[in-house]
């Protein structure tokens, strides 16, 4: 099997990704062509233990998830209803203020009216987080503070808070903003404003205007996570908890099923190892011995015969049975070599080749010495992909060179068959193997079950090469 100076299209049983290659005979060279990318790997056994731990760590990023996006939604619906609260709270001491406080004199600055609603706020007002307290004329005067520095200072009026005066609006709600120049004395931080219209005595409307800090109503959101979270989070381990029996059942299952395959892909490999034996020993003790026996008896009768043509004929005779039984004993090593577990896969190879060599081919073997550390499941593998792609090369290859490779390749071993025959179209392979050719089909499905695949490449004129790999 010389390297072809074009690179035949490859048929794949079963498909393969990679890209056929220039066919070479050399080990290395076919050791650097299988590095172009992964081959087929036997399936460690599963490991129970490592899927139901793959399983459990596969919850911890939903876990977090969902402990993330609770935290986020019971911020801001805690926020909303913080927000909510402070509206309620407004609304309640503003009506306070103008019932129990609130005097016409305020609009005037009476110090006795600002001191009446001075009395109200710090009494009852000022609590929690409510930690401020103005109320605003129309034209934006502060007419009262709880900071007694605004009071009579002028700010203008925004849109939100007119409409609050104008009866638009009851109760608005917003985040401070504390560029303003009404809020320069604020030192609380971050505080929300909320807004509702009181009137005097005489109907004069008046801007009340609280001040609550934002990080006290933001932690009402965070009280409602805290509350939440660990009935999400408990929830999500219990489900975690009752799903891991079930894993491990589906964990079991899959070790059991995988052992099974393993034990019948055994089974049919011992199977047709033992029938081989079994062809191999009825020929043997059967038709050889008495082909032999018949041979000899032809030699002795022809040696004793007085006619010329009577010993001439036996004596023909008896050299076809003789080549008869020499071809029989060839085909008892094609069918199941004596030496294949014996003496190794180097051995029964030489032998496949030797019958190939018998026939005018010249052939060449090369063998990596991790070969003979192979299983016998492989052994076996190779062994018969070997004898099948032989017998085509001599039925149908009309090659003058051959020669077989193995290579060892970490957890897979490689078949390389190379011809340098007559080649043929692809699809005449495929279309062979659709019409039921026994060798092949036995053989592709042999390969397929122990995990392996094997590869064909030809063209027409140019040559063939086989590449099976299966797991070592």
């Known amino acids: 099997m010389a390297a072809a100076p074009v690179v035949p299209p490859a048929t794949r049983f079963p498909e393969s990704s990679s890209e056929p290659r220039p066919a070479t005979a050399l080990a290395d060279a076919v050791a650097a062509d299988l590095g172009v990318g992964p081959g087929p790997e036997k399936q460690p056994p599963i490991s129970v233990r490592r899927l139901v731990i793959r399983f459990a760590l596969a919850g911890i990023p939903a876990l977090i998830a969902v402990i993330v996006i609770t935290a986020i939604a019971s911020v801001r619906i805690g926020t909303r209803l913080g927000i909510d609260d402070a509206r309620r709270i407004s609304f309640v001491a503003a009506t306070l203020v103008q019932e129990q406080g609130l005097e016409d004199g305020l609009l005037t600055g009476d110090p006795v009216a600002i001191a009446a609603v001075d009395d109200v706020v710090r009494t009852y007002v000022i609590r929690g987080y409510l930690v401020r307290v103005k109320l605003h004329s129309v034209d934006g005067e502060v007419l009262y503070s709880n900071d007694s520095r605004l009071i009579g200072q002028r700010f203008p009026m925004g849109d939100e808070e007119l409409a609050i005066l104008d009866g638009t609006n009851e109760v608005e709600a917003e985040v401070s903003d504390l ?205 018969r992909s070997a004898q099948e792609t032989l017998r085509n090369v001599v039925t149908h290859a009309y090659a003058t060179e051959v020669s077989v490779t193995v290579v060892v390749d970490g957890h897979r071993a490689v078949l390389v068959v190379d011809d340098d025959g007559v080649g043929f179209d692809p699809e005449v392979l495929a279309n062979r193997a659709k019409r039921g050719h026994v060798g092949l089909r036995s053989l592709v499905g042999l390969i397929q079950d122990a995990g392996g695949q094997i590869e064909v490449r030809s063209m027409p004129g140019v040559g063939t090469r086989v590449e099976v790999v299966v797991p070592r």
Request: proline letters at 4%.
């Open 179 to 383: 560029s303003k120049e009404e809020n320069a004395l604020e030192t609380e931080g971050k505080l929300l404003e909320v807004y509702r219209r009181v009137e005097t005595p005489n109907g004069t409307p008046v801007l009340f205007e609280a001040y609550f800090r934002y990080d006290d109503v933001r932690n009402t959101g965070l009280d409602l996570w805290r509350q939440f979270a660990p009935i999400a989070v408990g929830a999500l381990l219990v489900l975690e908890l009752v799903q891991i029996p079930i894993a491990l059942s589906m964990a079991r299952r899959l070790r059991q099923g995988q052992e099974q395959r393993e034990r019948l892909l055994q089974h049919a490999i011992e199977s047709s190892d033992a029938e081989r034996r079994r062809i191999a020993s009825d020929l043997h003790d059967g038709a050889v011995q008495d082909l032999t026996g018949v041979s000899m008896s032809l030699s002795a009768a022809a040696r004793k015969s007085a006619d010329p043509n009577s010993r001439d004929a036996m004596g023909d005779a008896g050299s076809k049975i003789r080549e008869t039984v020499k071809s029989l004993r060839s085909m008892l090593v094609d069918i199941y070599p004596p030496n294949l577990h014996e003496e190794g896969l180097q051995s029964a190879l030489a032998d496949l080749l030797g019958s190939v060599n018998n026939r005018g081919v010249r052939t060449r073997l090369d063998v990596a010495p991790e070969a003979s550390q192979l299983s016998r499941e492989a052994v076996s593998l190779l062994y």
